[in-house]
């Protein structure tokens, strides 16, 4: 059966367009920080890296070169503390969210399988539930829904999206978290006998901001303490877009249980979906070196920290953003819609994204972005704080 338009919700975006044309018409012009697209400059490594592999007559593989994957598990080792992990369980995607929109479909999901996603969640976990002709479910209580199936079937649940830091509140999940969600999706494969994924979103795994999370790192869902040494049913997702301002690249890749990498390679050379030759080169070379990074996370934390101190002065609160790219804002005492709170920063020239767009469970709250100019994110500090 075809999917049907009206199975897909709006494009959200869309509806922000009469914000952004108040914002512009203030004087000094729009401050954006509702897209989370980073604006700094391409690291020269990533992108001599690119030109020297520019010459590429012939098709890439879908899998990757060994010089990318063996990259992959350095890095894994290095920043993650994942050892040991096999090349041959990596592969390059055309950007993390192709691979989140598509993964149930890869996996064949279908009528009655049941995807499991944050409730305050990037909009695409639902969307790739419902391309599949799955039926996506927000919960963020995942353990206890596995254990005891309230508000859907726990033997109908097929796979587990956990997204760690989280877009756009920016939380992170613990060790004992990410834990109690891989025991309990294997207890349901064991008293089933199918199997269910748990595929962790960790793009913004490289921003962290507060400890323990700075100190310690942020966890993966194949750090050992959360598998056992076990990767069956694994995924992890990771995009060098925003740690390397390659967004335009669409280099990321997905990591985990051999099987189920083999699987989605399979199915993904049938379907031609291979990242270019070129960017496979660039994304090696940028997974290799941490000193660009360390530079682009230093920038991130200078202009969160105005953003921060002029908002909380502005009489705004920030929850949660212990990691990730954006600040999680409501007004204090709480209780107003989203979208009022995005219309009192518009008539500063300010432009965010409403909580609305991440479920239900978002709606008191806006997504404020660090991805704009010093120059700019000072200019948004000014009007907040009338300075």
Not at 64 to 84: P, S, Y
Not at 219 to 238: C, F, N, Q
Not at 264 to 269: S, T
Request: proline share 7%; glycine share 10%.
């Amino acid at each position: 059966m075809g999917l049907r338009t009206g199975e897909l919700p709006d494009f959200p975006w869309d509806t922000l367009v009469p914000f952004a044309e108040k914002a512009r018409a203030y004087p000094g012009g729009i401050v954006d920080l509702s897209v989370g697209t980073p604006i700094d400059p391409t690291p020269p490594v990533i992108r001599e890296a690119l030109a020297g592999a520019s010459d590429s007559p012939g098709y890439p593989t879908t899998h990757g070169t060994l010089e990318l994957r063996e990259a992959v598990v350095d890095w894994f080792a290095r920043r993650r503390g994942v050892r040991g992990l096999d090349p041959a369980a990596v592969l390059p995607t055309l950007g993390s969210k192709e691979l989140v929109a598509w993964l149930p479909s890869l996996l064949g999901l279908g009528a009655g399988d049941v995807v499991v996603h944050p409730a305050c969640a990037y909009p695409t976990y639902d969307v790739g539930a419902r391309l599949a002709g799955a039926v996506p479910v927000a919960v963020d209580a995942v353990a206890g829904l596995l254990a005891a199936g309230s508000g859907a079937s726990a033997d109908a649940v097929r796979l587990v999206w956990l997204n760690s830091p989280g877009n756009p509140d920016g939380r992170v999940l613990s060790i004992d978290e990410l834990r109690a969600v891989v025991d309990a999706a294997r207890a349901v494969a064991r008293r089933t006998g199918r199997r269910v994924v748990v595929a962790s979103d960790e793009c913004y795994a490289e921003l962290a901001w507060d400890e323990p999370w700075v100190s310690a790192g942020v966890p993966s869902i194949l750090d050992p303490r959360v598998t056992g040494g076990d990767l069956t049913g694994l995924l992890a997702v990771y995009s060098l877009s925003k740690q390397s301002n390659v967004a335009g690249y669409r280099s990321a890749f997905v990591a985990g249980d051999p099987d189920l990498v083999a699987e989605l390679l399979e199915v993904r050379k049938h379907a031609g979906m291979i990242v270019p030759g070129p960017v496979q080169a660039a994304t090696a070379a940028g997974l290799r070196d941490d000193d660009h990074v360390a530079e682009q996370r230093e920038r991130y934390r200078v202009r969160r920290a105005v953003l921060r101190s002029a908002l909380e002065q502005a009489g705004y609160v920030v929850d949660g953003s212990h990691a990730g790219l954006y600040l999680w804002v409501r007004p204090e005492g709480g209780g107003q819609d989203c979208w009022a709170t995005v219309a009192d920063l518009a008539s500063l020239g300010i432009l965010v994204a409403p909580g609305s767009f991440y479920g239900p469970a978002a709606a008191g709250h806006v997504r404020i972005a660090l991805t704009a100019s010093d120059e700019r994110v000072r200019e948004a500090a000014a009007r907040l704080t009338g300075a």
